[in-house]
């Protein structure tokens, strides 16, 4: 075997070793709080996730923004819809995914969400071609990962 094989076939064996330590270790960690960015901390008990806890924790990204998904270098800036409003447009948001959230909200939740969500995540909320995330996930990123 040449000496550039052995570097070759070193490499490739590095990588998925890496790969599989990543994989098992991610695995393992579970998370004790579903979001804590910018102060805020919501925590849930044994992986169940009521719809108070995903709404709230959606309007939190929807006020003070987000950088944990690394979908943007920069993450996504809080602040797009006013803090009155973040509230109907994170229940609008919940039931992208199917879901009917129990307090009902303001019609003009769907507006704010189009013109100034949409552009990014979509009108239908599952994310533009992987660059931003799919709202619609049953398992909403940043939630559970």
């Known amino acids: 075997m040449k000496r550039e094989e052995k570097i070759i076939l070193f490499v490739i064996l590095f990588i ?47 006020n003070n923004g987000s950088n944990r998904l690394h979908f943007q270098k920069e993450g996504m800036e809080g602040g797009f819809v006013p803090k ?15 879901k009917k959230c129990k307090k009902p909200y303001a019609k003009d939740a769907a507006l ?15 994310g533009l071609n992987g660059a931003f995330p799919d709202l619609t996930r049953e398992k909403l990123l940043g939630l559970m990962h």
């Open 16 to 62: 998925l070793i890496y790969a599989a330590i990543h994989y098992i270790t991610a695995k393992k960690s579970t998370p004790k709080t579903v979001a804590k960015e910018k102060g805020v901390t919501i925590s849930y008990k044994d992986k169940n996730l009521t719809q108070d806890v995903i709404v709230s924790y959606i309007e939190n990204v929807i």
């Open 84 to 98: 009155d409003k973040a509230r109907d447009v994170a229940c609008y948001v919940y039931e992208l995914s199917g």
């Open 112 to 126: 704010y969400f189009s013109s100034n969500c949409a552009g990014c995540h979509g009108i239908d909320g599952k």
